[in-house]
């Protein structure tokens, strides 16, 4: 999203041992994840996932995630393959375990790009942030 300066390398990434989506380690680091639609896909939801920060107080690429607004455009290069416009029309936050329940990993449907990170309140007695915050985007017509 570079109207909020967000740019980021993404990896793929896959599932945790727990069940949960992988997030790389590396804040400056996104992940795609694999096990759904890519980028560019023709139907389904193509999900990148990244932090807000880090253990040791660094920012993350998603960051200013939260600042995003329906109408904002978000761009995927895919090296030599056609740069992706998207445009966001939904930014809400989820409880930490009702991720899965917005039917965001889907795999058919309308194409869409979904980007998840942390949101919500921070608790550190309870294990971190209490939230998922969710930026969902439609591919713009070409």
């Not at 996932?49 to 200013?64: C, E, N």
């Not at 109408?71 to 375990?97: C, F, N, Q, S, W």
Request: charged residues 20%.
């Amino acid at each position: 999203m570079a109207s909020l300066g967000l740019s980021a390398r993404v990896v793929p990434v896959g599932v945790r041992p727990d069940g949960q989506a992988e997030i790389p380690p590396d804040g400056g680091t996104v992940g795609w994840y694999r096990f759904g639609p890519a980028p560019g896909s023709a139907t389904g939801s193509a999900v990148l996932i990244g932090h807000v920060d880090t253990a040791d107080g660094r920012l993350g690429r998603f960051a200013k995630l939260e600042r995003g607004a329906p109408g904002d455009r978000v761009t995927v290069e895919r090296g030599a393959a056609a740069v992706l416009t998207y445009r966001v029309t939904r930014v809400e936050t989820v409880p930490k375990g009702g991720l899965a329940a917005t039917g965001i990993f889907r795999r058919d449907g309308p194409a869409q790009l979904v980007l998840v990170t942390c949101g919500g309140a921070y608790d550190r007695s309870a294990g971190g942030y209490q939230a998922n915050l969710i930026v969902t985007a439609v591919p713009e017509p070409t």
